[in-house]
């Protein structure tokens, strides 16, 4: 089955640190970028960050998250991650990983995994 | 990078036609032809619709299609059915080598 799973959301504190993670199976996924994409509750999307296939010659970012999080990937594992720092209430989000087929036409996406940031 | 316009809701018949617009810039919609379109039904992911202005993936319908005309996206649902209602939401490359995707419409299908 072609998929992509999320994990490692949770409840964190402000200030403090998350580590997301995208696991990819059934489906290509070393050579495709790969993005991040988020979603506050009732809220529309938001795009994060982008990698590319091979991890280092592309890494770009929102500029509400330039500087704090951190987007690399694992092809020998089939996994992209976000490394998030310093988080913020307003970073409160559904966070999904998708795969770019197109100069970012997302076509696989996954479920989501929920990262609330509250004390 | 402020996010691409679109209203926030339109509704339409089953059988209608149906168009959705999506309004950035010469520096987004209107400088790439990199611009996608993604259907979100409640509590589920987004899927995409329509990539590279015009592009339908494999699986989905030739109900939908896209067009642009300078800095103006626009998505068109023919034949509306009821399983079409729908948030959707438009994204484009920008100039500054990140994406920006719209607020979203909310379709209803009365």
């Known amino acids: 089955q072609e998929q992509l799973v999320e994990s490692g959301g949770g409840v964190v504190q402000p200030g403090r640190s998350l580590r997301l993670s995208c696991a990819a199976s059934?489906?290509?996924?070393?050579?495709?970028?790969m993005h991040w994409v988020r979603q506050s509750p009732g809220k529309g999307l938001e795009w994060v960050a982008v990698?590319?296939?091979?991890?280092?010659?592309?890494?770009l970012y929102a500029d509400s998250v330039k500087g704090r999080f951190t987007i690399s990937r694992d092809n020998s594992k089939s996994t992209l991650f976000l490394e998030m720092n310093s988080l913020r209430p307003e970073d409160t989000a559904m966070y999904y990983c998708?795969?770019?087929?197109?100069?970012?036409?997302?076509?696989?996406w996954g479920q989501g995994t929920l990262v609330t940031v509250s004390s | 990078q402020s996010a691409l316009t679109q209203p926030a809701s339109v509704s339409g018949s089953p059988g209608q036609s149906i168009t959705f617009s999506c309004t950035g810039t010469?520096?987004?919609?209107?400088?790439?032809?990199?611009v996608s379109w993604y259907q979100q039904h409640p509590g589920r992911a987004p899927k995409l619709m329509i990539y590279?202005?015009?592009k339908r993936p494999s699986g989905v319908t030739h109900r939908f299609s896209g067009s642009k005309s300078g800095n103006t996206a626009s998505l068109t649902i023919s034949g509306l059915q009821p399983e079409d209602e729908a948030d959707y939401y438009c994204?484009?490359?920008?100039?500054?080598?990140?994406?920006?995707f719209g607020g979203g419409t909310k379709l209803t299908v009365l």
């Open positions: 998708a795969r770019d087929l197109s100069g970012g036409g997302l076509d696989y």
């Open positions: 059934g489906l290509s996924f070393s050579s495709f970028a």
């Open positions: 990698i590319s296939y091979d991890g280092n010659s592309i890494k």
């Open positions: 010469s520096n987004d919609v209107g400088g790439y032809n990199y």
């Open positions: 590279d202005v015009s």
């Open positions: 994204c484009s490359y920008t100039s500054t080598y990140i994406w920006v």
